[in-house]
């Protein structure tokens, strides 16, 4: 038994139609973008803009804007998951927790007056966070769950994006950081990667 024979066989209802008649039809673009407009308006959801710095090679940069809950317990509601489902499905917690991230970086930038970017190109090089002050300078942040294989593969994207930046045409990183969400306290590898706790973030 499929779900739309189900939705034909509900009550003859002005709500039942609708909903049968959303199942058969797809959205179209309008619509959606109605939708999203609408949430950007009572702040459920927030964009970031693409950053766009000097790099060396001539890599087409993807410019289109990411899309966050301005809280990751909006999605956990949404979808109806608590701290046991998260645990045991640690890909979906590791997306909320980089929303978590974005949520929180926000702020402190919002209080420096500075602004909070992602990266990412065709050739999959990508950047979390770039919080981008206005008096140039700017820091590159990747967000990772936890864990020291993940840290480093954090450490190590940053590290690839840092080396495609040109210095001549603009300052280099002022800081690089994989923030985690897991420690009691920040470090700075000998690769000079800071790693921190995001519950040691602080004005």
Same mark, same amino acid.
């Given at each position: 038994m499929t779900e739309q024979w189900r939705l034909t066989e509900l009550p003859n209802t002005v709500l039942a139609q609708d909903i049968a008649? !959303? @199942?058969e039809t797809p959205m179209n673009e309008e619509?959606?973008?109605s939708?999203? !407009?609408a949430l950007r308006k009572i702040f459920v959801v927030e964009d970031m803009p693409a950053w766009n710095p000097n790099i060396r090679s001539k890599t087409v940069i993807r410019s289109s804007d990411t899309r966050y809950y301005v809280d990751p317990s909006i999605a956990a509601a949404a979808l109806g998951i608590g701290p046991n489902d998260l645990i045991n499905d640690l890909k979906t917690f590791g997306f909320l927790f980089e929303t978590l991230g974005i949520r929180d970086l926000r702020v402190f930038a919002d209080a420096l007056n500075g602004e909070v970017y992602?990266?990412? @190109?065709? @050739?999959?090089q990508e950047c979390d966070a770039v919080i981008h002050l206005r008096n140039?300078?700017?820091g590159l942040i990747e967000i990772k769950l936890g864990g020291d294989s993940l840290i480093e593969e954090g450490a190590k994207s940053l590290k690839s994006m840092e080396a495609k930046i040109d210095t001549d045409k603009m300052n280099a990183p002022s800081f690089l950081v994989v923030l985690t969400g897991t420690g009691d306290y920040a470090y700075r590898r000998q690769d000079?990667?800071?790693?921190?706790p995001i519950g040691c973030l602080k004005n």
């Open positions: 008649a !959303n @199942d619509t959606v973008a939708y999203v !407009n992602h990266y990412r @190109d065709k @050739d999959g140039g300078k700017y000079g990667v800071y790693v921190i």
